[in-house]
């Protein structure tokens, strides 16, 4: 799974704006850690009115052959495998 494009718009305001200030300081502090997304988060804040908007888009590369080799590599682990027995067992 790989992605192909994102994007998230959002806007957002609380009732009183030093919360709205401390939250966007906390977003403005966080956005470097958003890694290559970096570029295509726009948070914006609102003073004025509390509100919460969110535009989010994205593209995803699904490639099943990849997808069905990872699921099979989780269910062949030793912890998996005892789990589900364990399941099985306490069915009875």
């Known amino acids: 799974m790989r992605w192909r494009a994102f994007?998230?718009?959002?806007?957002?305001g609380f009732d009183d704006p030093?919360?709205?200030?401390?939250?966007?300081?906390?977003?403005?502090a966080s956005f470097p850690l958003a890694?290559?997304?970096?570029?295509a988060c726009t948070i914006e804040p609102d003073f004025d009115k509390p509100?919460?908007?969110f535009h989010l888009q994205g593209q995803v590369e699904v490639i099943p052959l990849r997808l069905a080799f990872a699921l099979m590599a989780f269910l062949?682990?030793?912890a998996?495998?005892?789990a589900f027995i364990a399941f099985i067992r306490a069915r009875k």
């Open 7 to 12: 994007g998230l718009k959002t806007r957002f």
């Open 18 to 28: 030093a919360d709205t200030g401390i939250a966007w300081g906390l977003f403005s």
């Open 35 to 39: 890694g290559p997304f970096y570029s």
């Open 51 to 53: 509100q919460l908007q």
């Open 76 to 78: 062949a682990t030793p």
């Open 80 to 82: 998996t495998i005892r």
